[in-house]
Structures are given as C-alpha cells and as structure tokens.
C-alpha cells in the first residue's frame, strides 16, 4: 500500500451537497456581476445614484465570497472546479463518490468495514495501517545486566525462521524491575527489510553494550524450545543420562550460540539428538 493510494471508496451526500452549493454560488455569481457591469454604465451615464451602485456591488461581493467557501467544501472531498466543468461538458452528473485515500506507505493489518456499511467521519475506524519497514522489538534485560545497557546502543537480533540477522537500537529502557522475574521491558527499535519480521514473533536479541565478556558457546543444534518457548539444553548429568536445562541465550554467529546462564564451563552438552531426548521426554 502506497501513500495517497485508494483504501476506499464512499458514497455521501454531503458531496453532492457541495457541488450542489457550488453550482449555485457560481451562478449567482454570475449573475451579479452582470448586474455591477450594468449598473456601472448607468452610473457612468448618471442615470442612477452611487447608492445604488455600491449596493449591486455589495451583492456581487456578497456572491464571490459564498464561491470561495463552497470551494473549500470541494477541496475537502477531493473534487476540482476541473472535474465539474468536464461532466457539464459531456452532460453527465459528477461522480459524487469520494476515495478515502492511505495517509501513509505499509501494509494493512486491519479491515474494519464492508461494501454497504453506513460510516461516519471522524468516528468509523475503517483500516489499520501499519509501515512494517521499521519494528518495535519488545524484550526483557536482566537487572545485573542493567548498568551496561543504554539507549542507542546497536542490537542484534534472530529468528530460526530466516538465515539472516536484523539490525536495531536500544530506544527505551524500563523504569522499575518485575520482582517476579528481575528483569526490565526494553524496546529495540529494528529495521524490518521485506517485512520479514511479523507481530507476535520471537526473536533472540543481543545488545552490544562494547563490554566484553568470557561466555560459553555451543552448537546451534543443542538449543531447543521448551513447551513456554523458552530455550533449553540437555546436559549430561551422568553417563547414560540427561537433563532439560533452561539457559539464557546471549548470542548467535557462524552456528554457535552464546550461553550466558544456564550452563557451566566442562558440562557435556548434547547437540545431535537433541530432538530424540525432546520427544522422548514429551511421550512418557
């Protein structure tokens, strides 16, 4: 959908109203100024008083006003002095229908009325309509991990669903700490090319806040969604046997994930057959 694009088109009367207003405003116009025309040769012969004169003047006045206001009403609906003259060139009436035209370049998200639906302006909410080029990216920071996050600071962020990262900056950090789970709402603000990235989705988002740290890494393949989305590992807590862990993801590049809790350094981690121990697990 591009910006001044046609969303709709409503049949009103308050179009052919205006038109109607017009054409009467202009033929009284019209007809005053022949009246002024001709009261100023009278007066010029000295036939009539200026009273007389000034008064066919006013009137005329009076008439050129009442056109400008009714080409505002025109204006307001869309429709030109242009678009009148042509159908009373061919003798056809003025296509009193009037496009609702998109505000603004994106997508339609929401359709809200139907052929034949009776609306109001200013009070029926007809689409919704929203430019996917750029996301607001909703997510939770740790509040150990506060004092090295600040608005502006560049976020990568990634979905299984697409080979690719997407790009965005830390634009608000929340003002209080959910004492459930000690974490604070950020917003990323995250360039979507193609409109990728759909409402609802998850992603994994890593901030770069230019502080290093030593994190442990393991292949993409050992990380696994839990029945709450939540990402999870198996790790091996003696031979033969394995357990689910839930593990806070920092990070992905080249097919290994940064693991920042959740694991310690020397713990066997599986990667291949990871699957086969999820569903083993979902059917006892």
């Known amino acids: 959908m591009q910006k001044d694009q046609p969303l709709l088109y409503v049949s009103s009367p308050d179009v052919a109203n205006a038109i109607a207003a017009y054409r009467k405003a202009r033929n009284r116009e019209a007809y005053n100024k022949r009246i002024v025309d001709r009261m100023k040769e009278l007066l010029d012969?000295?036939?009539?008083?200026?009273?007389?004169?000034?008064?066919?003047?006013?009137?005329?006045?009076?008439a050129t006003?009442?056109?400008?206001?009714?080409?505002?009403?025109?204006?307001?609906?869309?429709?030109?002095?242009q678009d009148i003259d042509a159908a009373e060139k061919q003798g056809s009436p003025v296509n009193t229908e009037l496009a609702v035209r998109s505000p603004i370049s994106g997508v339609i998200v929401q359709k809200l009325v139907s052929p034949g639906m009776v609306i109001q302006a200013g009070q029926t909410v007809c689409f919704a309509i929203s430019d996917v080029s750029t996301v607001w990216v909703q997510g939770h920071i740790f509040d150990r991990d506060l004092p090295s996050v600040k608005s502006g600071d560049p976020v990568d962020e990634t979905n299984p669903s697409f080979d690719r990262s997407f790009r965005g900056k830390v634009s608000y950090i929340g003002s209080f700490v959910d004492p459930s789970t000690r974490t604070t709402p950020v917003r990323v603000v995250t360039q979507n090319p193609g409109g990728l990235?759909?409402?609802?989705?998850?992603?994994?988002?890593?901030?770069?806040?230019?502080?290093?740290?030593?994190?442990?890494?393991?292949?993409?393949?050992?990380?696994?969604?839990?029945?709450?989305?939540?990402?999870?590992?198996?790790?091996?807590?003696?031979p033969g046997k394995f357990a689910q862990r839930s593990v806070t993801i920092a990070g992905q590049q080249d097919g290994l994930v940064a693991i920042s809790s959740g694991v310690r350094e020397g713990e066997t981690v599986v990667s291949d057959g990871s699957l086969f121990l999820q569903f083993a697990n979902t059917i006892k």
Do not use: C, W
Request: glycine residues 4%; aromatic residues 6%.
């Open 45 to 62: 012969r000295g036939a009539i008083p200026l009273k007389d004169y000034q008064a066919s003047e006013a009137d005329y006045n009076d």
């Open 65 to 81: 006003t009442d056109v400008q206001n009714s080409l505002q009403a025109l204006r307001i609906f869309g429709i030109t002095t």
């Open 197 to 238: 990235l759909k409402k609802d989705m998850f992603v994994d988002a890593v901030v770069h806040t230019g502080i290093r740290s030593h994190m442990l890494v393991v292949p993409i393949s050992a990380v696994l969604r839990d029945d709450k989305n939540e990402p999870m590992v198996y790790v091996q807590s003696e």
